[in-house]
């Protein structure tokens, strides 16, 4: 298993991983996600925050991150934070507990990064979620009603998130 940079090479497995992931969405009846813009993947790639495990040569799973997310963290975004998004899963590698891989990647990133605590938000009040989020290691922080969604991805508007996090300092 390897965990590296997504690169401009990736673009169409990352559509493709998101496109999988939203036909899973369907199938639990929950929030979609939308189609999202080929520009925020390219940007993402170009800042070094598109990321990916490699399993034999093979993408099994990609997410992105930002140092920021006011408008979902609100104040909290003034905490130093690394802020995990759109986690999406090669079906092939389903069951592989690599979330929780992601989350011990992200732990020596955030400190690499001066930061104390990793964050990540799911649209809606999906309970099997929560507890999958919860067993990886985040304290689920509650539910919030977004209220300044210009910008975000639609799935976001007019929204309740769900909002995780790990505190660092709680780690020692």
């Known amino acids: 298993m390897i965990i590296t940079n997504s690169n401009a090479e990736d673009i169409g497995e990352i559509f493709s991983l998101y496109r999988v992931a939203t036909d899973f969405q369907k199938t639990k009846n929950i929030v979609l996600w939308p189609e999202f813009k080929q520009s925020l993947i390219e ?16 993408i099994a799973c990609i997410w992105a991150v930002a140092f920021s997310d006011p ?17 999406a899963t090669n079906p092939k590698f389903r069951g592989q507990n690599l979330v929780a891989e992601i989350v011990e990647w992200a732990k020596k990133y955030a400190v690499d990064n001066q930061k104390q605590f990793i964050r990540m938000d799911t649209v809606g009040e999906n309970k099997s979620l929560i507890s999958y989020y919860i067993k990886c290691g985040f304290d689920f922080i509650g539910l919030v009603k977004l209220i300044d969604t210009d910008g975000l991805p639609e799935h976001y508007h007019n929204a309740e998130v769900s909002l995780f996090e790990i505190n660092l300092s709680d780690a020692d």
């Open 71 to 87: 408008q979902i963290w609100g104040e909290q975004n003034a905490d130093p934070a690394v802020y995990i998004h759109r986690i």
């Open 43 to 58: 940007t993402e790639i170009a800042e070094n925050r598109q990321w990916k495990i490699l399993i034999d040569n093979e």
